[in-house]
């Protein structure tokens, strides 16, 4: 029978650490940066068969650790590097650990869709927990009420401001915002708040496949303005593909702004969103930013997560 790993002891008082995955090296190079210290080293190889080769440096051990790992793609291979580096850390000794996730995959299965399916968020959520994880710090989770899946702390930040901010000043006034679903009108309503727009429009999608949707109607009136479409997260780009289609037929072809968080771009995402011919468009550095369109501000987290870092260590009490 496996040994129980359990916190050694306290962190209130222990000392900072950042652990980098390999689906964050650089956002958790620069969050350490910030922070004014240098991320511990980890080994994350893998053996000719598949399997990862996980372990973290033992001066892990009694700290306050947070571990940035994305589950961006491969999805798969990063979650379980995620919590075999969540394991590494908790065995060596990390007095209080928290996953840092900029993108949680997974997060669009929350619920049965129909009969039979799993949800998936639900296992991933126990994994993170059961391999060590205090407490989670997640950026634009696809699912608003992802607190009620998980059972351990966690600290919901936005790129939401940053992103808008960046943007904005190829926003015009009497701009509309576009959410591409009904799921993404909420996100619609805060990027209008962001931005002191008073306009927001929701489009009609059903998904036809993984890489096709269908954009059916529009609801809202943008006829002859600027937009800014929105979404948490770019797949395979097909969402804004028919979103933008649908929009012109309706509008015409006023100026196109694009923002979301989360840039997977797979596929053929890149020059799927190209032939949009956007005006400005800006997605985070939660996925690392190996693709992108040309022209697309990638907006950076460091300060983002390296600030919720400091506010959560100074309400810590001493030890
Ligand atoms: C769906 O609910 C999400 O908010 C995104 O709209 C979707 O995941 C984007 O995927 P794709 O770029 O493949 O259409």
Redesign the pocket.
Known sequence: MDTPITRVSSPAGARLAIVPGSAGRSLADAVAHRLGITPLSTRTRTFPDGEHDIAVDPDVRGTDAYLIQSLEPPVNENLVELVLLLDAARRAGAAGLTAVIPYLGYS?KDRRASPGEAVSLRVVANLIESSGADEAILVDP?VPQVDSIFSIPLDVLSAVPLLAASVAPLIPPEAVVVA??L??VHLAERYAGELGLDRVAVIRKTRVSGTN?EATAVIGDGAGRAALLV??????????EAAASRMRETWGVPPLAIAATHGLFVGD?VARIESLGFSAMAVSNSVTPTRAPAGCRIVPLDELLAGAIDRRRSRRPAG
């Open positions: 669009r696809h591409p679903d799921g993404a949707v979404d948490d997260m770019i797949s395979t780009g097909s969402t804004l995402a």
